[in-house]
Each structure stands twice: as C-alpha cells, then as structure tokens.
C-alpha cells in the first residue's frame, strides 16, 4: 500500500519554531498552594490505602483542584505546541518516596505508564552512572555526553527535574512538523525515503535480547495520519539499523536523515530550556524531538539527576496502527537480562 505523504505545508500551533516562543510562556504551567495541597492530599490518601508509586491508579490518586490544569495540559499536548513544563513542585518538602509518589500521580492521570528498559522499569532516573566500559547499545541518558535530537518509544516523554548540572545539561526542543515544513520547502526529494523510513536498531532490547538485532521492517521518520504529521527519529539507532541490517544508507537515505538532525538543531527551530529543580517537562514524543547538551557534575558530589516516564495517552488517534505497533511499545521487560542488556538504550 503506497504510503500517503503530506504535501502542504502545516499552519496549525503544532508548527511552531523557538524565535515564535522567544517572549511567550504559556507553556509554562505554574502550581500554586491549592494544586500542592491536591497533590499531598492525594499523596496521604494513597499512603492510607497502603499503596507505593508504581501500584496505584489516577482514581487512587484523586486531584480534584488540579483536574482541570491537567485537562488543559492534555489538550497542549495533543493539539497544541505539543509540550509544556510544570513548574513549582517543592521537593525540598519531600522526601524520595514521596516525590516518586507525586510524580508517579500525576503521569497516571496522563495516561498510561510503560516499561522503558528490559528490566521492566517504569521511572528511570536520566544521570550520569560513570559505568567503566564501552558498551556500544550503551544508553546516553546513563551518561552526561550530549544527546542528539531524537524520539522515544511512547506517546510522552515526562522528565521530573530532581537536580541540575554545575554547567550545561540544557533541554533544547524542535518541533517535527515545523521541521517536515522545512523539508518540504527546501528538499522535498527527501520526503519519499523518510516516509518509507529505515530498520531501527534494537541495541539489545528487541524482541529476541540479541544486541545485533533490528526491526523486521521500515521504521518511517514521517507518517501522515488522520490530518496529523507524526515523527519517529534517531539518528545513530538509524544508521546503526542499516550496518547491523547489511544493507548500507544510500546517499540520498543519508543526506535525508542529515538534514532532519540539521534542522532540529538549527537556532531558528529549537527552543532551549534550563529544568529547575521540580519541573517536570512533559512532550508529545510524535510532535517534539528532544535533546540535551553535555554537562558537568558538582565539585561536592551533587549529580544532575532527572526522572523519567513513558507513558501512553487513552484514546489516542494520532498514529496509524502500523507506526504505533512500533513507537507505542515502550521497552518491554525481558524475563532474563544480561549487564549488556540492561544497559542498553537512548
């Protein structure tokens, strides 16, 4: 079946560009004393049942006050920039418990929390684990090197800022729909091979465990489903896919994927963002490729240290069956996991 490819240019908020954003901060979403006294409350109620992050359900973890803050942020990021920031969760108040508690609450009310590594993880910390070896399918978010613009494997990406580097560490993000508007303008022979896309790489956490494997078919970097443009993207698992595939880039593939990675760090596409302690950044994973700059510990010991969640929207109708078959899958746990497996990742 030929795949549909969208040849207009998209004019809706999805679109966006970070000189649009440079004086605008609505997608910033402050929580004032009625939203934290929700969440504690709700905390407390959750406590009383007996119940730890990782158990319990959004209607386990009632939020009545802040309910419609949430609702608002559900339709940002389904229909709008596509991202937003929390900001203002007073850690310093809380201890490690009851932080994940708070920040596992308000994902469950999200949507969906999924598996991100093989050892079934569902709230990863985003550090610098200074691990001695050179493990090539070693995931960057174990490290403080910089992370290229890429996609995740779920619907959201959430990120709970616990601490922030000495220097660096920035947040920069770029929209793929602006950036599928650029393409279109400037090399349109691009789209063709984007929308047929590329093997993934696995990097040892597919189906089989075997850290050589790759995806059974074309992973497309751009789809155009029910009036959406949705991206899967990473640079390094594509190029990766197509050595462990035996099937090298051609020239066109490679100069393609070049420009997506080009433009999603290009300064009139990107915005960048410091994350303070107790924000949580939170992305539409299909409209939004996210990136990081390398960092430096404190001299005292202190590490940047962020917590991460996948999670799936209910009701989602943005991705055809067969690109969600893939980006939808998080990382599933594998029932037994070597330390290759276990540190293999984006």
Not at 103 to 122: C, E, F, M, P, R
Request: contains cysteine; negative net charge; aromatic residues 8%.
């Amino acid at each position: 079946m030929k795949k549909l490819i969208l040849r207009e240019r998209v004019t809706d908020a999805t679109a966006w560009k970070g000189p649009d954003l440079q004086n605008d901060t609505s997608w910033i979403y402050h929580l004032d004393a009625a939203d934290i006294e929700d969440l504690e409350y709700a905390c407390e109620h959750v406590k009383r049942e007996e119940l730890r992050w990782g158990e319990f359900t959004k209607e386990q973890f009632p939020l009545p006050r802040l309910s419609a803050k949430l609702a608002d942020i559900d339709k940002q990021i389904r229909h709008g920039r596509g991202f937003v920031v929390i900001r203002g969760l007073p850690l310093n108040k809380y201890d490690n418990e009851q932080t994940r508690t708070l920040y596992w609450g308000l994902g469950a009310h999200l949507g969906q929390i999924i598996s991100h590594n093989v050892k079934g993880d569902t709230m990863a910390p985003v550090t610098d684990l200074a691990l001695k070896n050179d493990d090539p399918n070693r995931r960057n978010n174990t490290t403080n090197q910089i992370l290229d613009p890429h996609t995740d494997l779920a619907d959201v990406v959430m990120l709970l800022c616990i601490e922030k580097a000495k220097e660096g560490g920035i947040s920069s993000l770029s929209s793929s729909v602006a950036i599928h508007n650029e393409i279109l303008e400037n090399h349109p022979e691009y789209l063709e091979v984007l929308y047929d896309g590329f093997y993934h790489d696995y990097r040892g956490y597919g189906p089989s465990g075997d850290p050589n494997e790759v995806t059974e078919t074309r992973i497309p970097v751009f789809e155009y489903n029910n009036g959406r443009v949705n991206c899967a993207f990473a640079k390094k698992i594509i190029e990766t896919g197509a050595r462990k595939h035996g099937v090298p880039l051609t020239e066109l593939q490679q100069a393609a994927i070049e420009y997506v990675h080009e433009l999603a760090i290009r300064e009139d596409m990107r915005i960048d963002m410091m994350l303070e302690p107790g924000d949580i950044q939170i992305i539409n994973n299909y409209m939004t490729l996210h990136a990081r700059t390398n960092y430096i510990d404190h001299d005292d010991g202190r590490k940047r240290y962020l917590l991460r969640m996948w999670v799936n929207l209910p009701d989602s109708m943005q991705l055809s069956p067969d690109f969600a078959k893939f980006v939808r899958r998080g990382i599933p746990a594998q029932e037994k996991t070597t330390e290759t497996l276990a540190g293999a990742a984006v």
